[in-house]
């Protein structure tokens, strides 16, 4: 007689996890346990899930439109999708109120982060909201120029139900230095401070403590640092032999240190760098403009003649972040913001980066949103943001990720950790997502976290490519900001006060038969024998308590912030 054995006689039970159902060996019990679903993904079937899939698609979607339905004016992104189909009926949008909150826009390279920037600085415009960003490869000068149409544009224009209509918007072009075409901008050695300048030059954190001191000397002396050549003439002043006793009043640095430092300038200059620092400095406050018509300026800095220099151009972003937040007042929640910046190739300003300057930047991020300023990081994986400046970006534009590596489905397995439960497979759907799609949450006007949707994206109105050359000569030229910034300056500073004290301090030629002084010596004389207002605050006890915890005023005024930047008077 044959025995007929099967695994269920043996105690063998069937458990589902994932996708997939495997056999164990129990107790004998006939129980089948749930199935345990992925991070980021809600019921369903998940015998029969395939990416983005949901069991009840009206479910979903009914979800999503009241999530998304809101009362006061706000920025279309673009159709909700579900089973692969786009619903024209249920737009994906983000409260124009809460774009101070901060937000990240994250992807691969050619998923759709450059023209997502497009879409939203155009909405943004109309809105009233001036909006900077970074044009790293010279492709976001196109919005001011109308887009032109094509079968693709309108097919996608059709799918997500846009009216699609060309448009260009108020546009102002600004260079680093005036290296390409715009408005140069341009910040002082003083103003841009110690703890930005040493990430440029890659100093180590002792170096950067060094430099600090320097800068310090400078401030109490009276000697304005506008450009590289002031800044390399105090440390060549310091590490002189007439600059010895001087040296050793600044407790804490060394000659070899600052020699090190010197050396770093002087490479740093050699590079060309000198064109970025000096006088006249950009003004923020000219970046919170508005049209006539009542349409937000968008300032859209070009930088692909810098784009080999990367911590520089990111450091120069960070400056115009630390300057706007001195300078603008408290003003809460509003309706609108006054200006959203988009900080470009996020990942390069926290490569490398020190504790001290981490710390500066999340201190930045969290308290400029009450200044009514938005800042949205844009890099390619959320990983490359820190957790402490991560945590505090509520509006998330997920383009596709890739899962290449080990290493990218950890970071692809993390980033689905910090999405609200949805019923979608995020793990799935991220990797698969197509371009010009993205998976949106972002924060609803009362401040709750919105249902995380996967978003075909509007096309912009504008040109989708560079304005063309002729059009932005006539836009730099007619810029009244190109009157006020293209003509270098250079007026006294810490180079000229420093050489004169030299030449006047060296042996003096033969006499002459005339007793008649020489002229050099003239202006020196008052400097010695009368020390001035200047001298005489900076001298004072009330004085050096004040610095101890703000700064130094000398002339105007020098608070050095978060980043040791200085605020101006204005």
Same mark, same amino acid.
């Given at each position: 007689?044959?025995?007929?054995?099967?695994?269920?006689?043996?105690?063998?039970?069937?458990?589902?996890?994932?996708?997939?159902?495997?056999?164990?060996?129990?107790?004998?019990?006939?129980?089948? +346990?749930?199935?345990?679903?992925? +991070?980021?993904?809600?019921?369903?079937?998940?015998?029969?899930?395939?990416?983005?899939?949901?069991?009840?698609?009206?479910?979903?979607?009914?979800?999503?439109?009241?999530?998304?339905?809101?009362?006061?004016?706000?920025?279309?992104?673009?159709?909700?999708?579900?089973?692969?189909?786009?619903?024209?009926?249920?737009?994906?949008?983000?409260?124009?109120?809460?774009? &101070?909150?901060?937000?990240?826009?994250?992807?691969?390279?050619?998923?759709?982060?450059?023209?997502?920037?497009?879409?939203?600085?155009?909405?943004?415009?109309?809105?009233?909201?001036?909006?900077?960003?970074?044009? @790293?490869?010279?492709?976001?000068?196109?919005?001011?120029?109308?887009?032109?149409?094509? $079968?693709?544009?309108?097919?996608?224009?059709?799918?997500?139900?846009?009216?699609?209509?060309?448009?260009?918007?108020?546009?102002?072009?600004?260079?680093?230095?005036?290296?390409?075409?715009?408005?140069?901008?341009?910040?002082?050695?003083?103003?841009?401070?110690?703890?930005?300048?040493? *990430?440029?030059?890659?100093?180590? $954190?002792?170096?950067?403590?060094?430099?600090?001191?320097?800068?310090?000397?400078?401030?109490?002396?009276?000697?304005?640092?506008?450009?590289?050549?002031?800044?390399?003439?105090?440390?060549?002043?310091?590490?002189?032999?007439?600059?010895?006793?001087?040296?050793?009043?600044?407790?804490?640095?060394?000659?070899?240190?600052?020699?090190? @430092?010197?050396?770093?300038?002087?490479?740093?200059? &050699?590079?060309?760098?000198?064109?970025?620092?000096?006088?006249?400095?950009?003004?923020?406050?000219?970046?919170?403009? #508005?049209?006539?018509?009542?349409?937000?300026?968008?300032?859209?800095? !070009?930088?692909?003649?810098?784009?080999?220099?990367?911590? =520089?151009?990111?450091?120069?972003?960070?400056?115009?972040?630390?300057?706007?937040?001195?300078? =603008?007042?408290?003003?809460?929640?509003?309706? *609108?913001?006054?200006?959203?910046?988009?900080?470009?190739?996020?990942?390069?300003?926290?490569?490398?980066?020190?504790?001290?300057?981490?710390?500066?930047?999340?201190?930045? #991020?969290?308290?400029?949103?009450?200044?009514?300023?938005?800042?949205?990081?844009?890099?390619?994986?959320?990983?490359?943001?820190?957790?402490? #400046?991560?945590?505090?970006?509520?509006?998330?534009?997920?383009?596709?990720?890739?899962?290449?590596?080990?290493?990218?489905?950890?970071?692809?397995?993390?980033?689905?950790?910090?999405?609200?439960?949805?019923?979608?497979?995020?793990?799935?759907?991220?990797?698969?997502?197509?371009?010009?799609?993205?998976?949106?949450?972002?924060?609803?006007?009362?401040?709750?976290?919105?249902?995380?949707?996967?978003?075909?994206?509007?096309?912009? %109105?504008?040109?989708?490519?560079?304005?063309?050359?002729?059009?932005?000569?006539?836009?730099?030229?007619?810029?009244?900001?190109?009157?006020?910034?293209?003509?270098?300056?250079?007026?006294?500073?810490?180079?000229?006060?420093?050489?004169?004290?030299?030449?006047?301090?060296?042996?003096?030629?033969?006499?002459?038969?005339?007793?008649?002084?020489?002229?050099?010596?003239?202006? %020196?004389?008052? !400097?010695?024998?009368?020390?001035?207002?200047?001298?005489?605050?900076?001298?004072?006890?009330?004085?050096?308590?004040?610095?101890?915890?703000?700064?130094?005023? @000398?002339?105007?005024?020098?608070?050095?912030?978060?980043?040791?930047?200085?605020?101006?008077?204005?």
């Amino acid at each position: 007689m044959a025995l007929k054995i099967t695994l269920r006689s043996l105690g063998v039970r069937p458990r589902c996890t994932g996708v997939a159902a495997r056999w164990s060996v129990g107790a004998g019990r006939r129980t089948r +346990r749930a199935p345990r679903l992925p +991070r980021g993904s809600g019921p369903g079937d998940p015998a029969t899930a395939i990416v983005g899939r949901v069991t009840d698609s009206t479910s979903q979607l009914d979800q999503i439109r009241s999530g998304y339905a809101f009362e006061g004016p706000a920025l279309d992104f673009g159709a909700a999708v579900v089973d692969g189909t786009a619903h024209p009926d249920v737009p994906v949008r983000i409260p124009l109120a809460v774009m &101070n909150r901060h937000g990240l826009v994250a992807g691969a390279t050619g998923t759709g982060k450059t023209k997502t920037l497009q879409l939203m600085a155009e909405q943004l415009s109309t809105g009233g909201v001036p909006v900077f960003l970074a044009d @790293i490869k010279g492709d976001l000068s196109g919005l001011a120029s109308p887009g032109v149409s094509n $079968d693709r544009l309108a097919s996608r224009a059709a799918d997500v139900g846009q009216t699609w209509e060309a448009t260009g918007f108020p546009t102002q072009l600004l260079t680093l230095g005036g290296l390409g075409k715009g408005a140069p901008i341009r910040s002082t050695i003083t103003s841009f401070g110690p703890t930005l300048l040493s *990430k440029v030059l890659g100093l180590n $954190d002792t170096q950067e403590s060094s430099l600090g001191l320097i800068f310090h000397y400078a401030d109490t002396k009276g000697l304005l640092l506008d450009d590289l050549k002031d800044l390399r003439e105090v440390i060549t002043h310091l590490t002189s032999d007439e600059g010895k006793a001087e040296l050793k009043t600044i407790g804490g640095l060394s000659k070899a240190t600052a020699g090190v @430092i010197l050396r770093e300038l002087v490479t740093f200059e &050699n590079q060309g760098a000198a064109a970025f620092f000096g006088m006249p400095e950009f003004d923020t406050a000219d970046l919170l403009q #508005v049209g006539a018509d009542g349409r937000g300026v968008i300032s859209c800095l !070009e930088l692909p003649a810098v784009q080999d220099r990367p911590a =520089l151009f990111s450091t120069f972003l960070m400056w115009l972040l630390a300057d706007l937040f001195h300078d =603008l007042p408290e003003v809460g929640d509003v309706d *609108k913001p006054k200006l959203v910046f988009f900080f470009d190739e996020a990942h390069l300003l926290f490569d490398d980066a020190s504790d001290a300057f981490l710390d500066a930047i999340e201190q930045t #991020v969290r308290l400029i949103r009450s200044k009514g300023v938005g800042v949205f990081f844009v890099t390619q994986s959320p990983k490359d943001v820190p957790a402490g #400046v991560l945590g505090q970006l509520g509006n998330r534009v997920q383009h596709a990720l890739r899962a290449f590596t080990p290493d990218d489905a950890k970071a692809l397995k993390a980033a689905v950790s910090t999405y609200p439960r949805s019923g979608y497979d995020l793990q799935a759907l991220l990797t698969q997502l197509g371009t010009g799609e993205a998976v949106v949450t972002v924060l609803s006007e009362t401040g709750a976290p919105t249902p995380v949707a996967w978003t075909r994206m509007r096309a912009p %109105q504008s040109l989708m490519a560079p304005t063309p050359d002729a059009e932005l000569d006539r836009l730099v030229a007619a810029s009244p900001l190109t009157a006020r910034y293209a003509a270098a300056q250079d007026r006294e500073s810490a180079y000229e006060k420093l050489t004169a004290a030299q030449q006047a301090s060296a042996p003096a030629p033969s006499p002459a038969p005339a007793p008649a002084p020489a002229p050099a010596e003239q202006p %020196q004389k008052p !400097e010695k024998d009368d020390p001035g207002l200047v001298e005489q605050v900076v001298q004072s006890s009330a004085f050096r308590s004040m610095l101890r915890s703000a700064g130094t005023q @000398i002339g105007r005024e020098i608070t050095r912030s978060l980043f040791g930047t200085a605020r101006r008077r204005r």
